[in-house]
């Protein structure tokens, strides 16, 4: 049974797309199949794929609307055992019909249930706020992961966060659990980068990845050539993080079980 987790936070420039593009090109490196879905009308993930997000064969918008179906709007990246549910600025217009309908919060949840059976981890990211569409992708999750900067105001942002998590925990998805956070653009050298961070794991203990993101180079290039950045540079201290990244993630699982 395959895991749904949302790739999540209101606060936009932390990292969420560039850690939903390589943590699952990294868990398909190692054999999983993974499915990942943009969520976000932006259309950045699509687009740091290699996707003409102005010219797509299907997306997310068609299964909101009930235009398509979930098999026909899945596509495969050109990556082995990693699939897309792609997504453009259309998909504002779907969360304005979505407002209307009853059970609106429960409508990815639904679509998505028979993919659980095809996919090792399923990814949703998110967009930087709290929509119609944010809410349909936590009510679909089985768990959230939470990418932060290590920056002073990044800790007032995910005590927003966990108050919504809370709300939808308690009104729409009582088996929603938080996977991780994920510390990302950290640069050792800075003292305020390493006070947020031991905040963090104070707070938050062993739900902390161990795994650090550094603020490198090749994760803010490699998507403006369609990649991830194990596929643009393989030896970039970005690609490694991520690989190691998915390691861990995998590790927790097994002790989980």
Not at 3 to 21: D, E, F, M, R, S
Not at 149 to 158: N, P
């Amino acid at each position: 049974m395959g895991k749904i987790t949302a790739i999540a936070n209101q606060k936009g420039g932390v990292g969420k797309t560039t850690t939903a593009v390589n943590i699952s090109a990294s868990l398909a490196a190692a054999g999983k199949s993974v499915l990942l879905i943009d969520t976000d009308p932006q259309g950045n993930l699509t687009s740091g794929l290699g996707f003409d997000k102005n010219n797509l064969n299907g997306s997310l918008y068609d299964l909101y609307t009930e235009t398509s179906s979930l098999e026909k709007i899945i596509q495969g990246t050109g990556i082995e055992h990693l699939e897309i549910i792609l997504s453009n600025i259309e998909l504002i217009g779907a969360e304005l019909e979505l407002a209307a309908r009853e059970g609106r919060e429960t409508i990815l949840r639904q679509a998505l249930e028979p993919a659980r059976e095809k996919y090792n981890y399923i990814f949703i990211d998110c967009p930087p706020s709290l929509s119609l569409l944010t809410l349909n992708a936590l009510v679909a999750a089985d768990s959230l992961l939470i990418p932060m900067q290590c920056e002073y105001y990044a800790l007032e942002g995910i005590s927003m966060l966990l108050r919504t998590y809370n709300l939808i925990k308690s009104s729409f998805n009582p088996s929603l659990e938080i996977e991780g956070i994920l510390i990302t653009m950290f640069d050792g050298r800075n003292t305020l980068a390493n006070q947020v961070t031991d905040e963090l794991k104070k707070h938050f203990g062993d739900k902390v990845y161990k795994t650090l993101i550094p603020r490198n180079v090749t994760l803010a290039e490699a998507p403006s050539h369609g990649k991830p950045a194990m596929l643009y540079d393989i030896h970039s201290k970005g690609a490694r993080s991520y690989l190691e990244l998915a390691k861990e993630m995998m590790g927790n699982e097994t002790r989980a079980w």
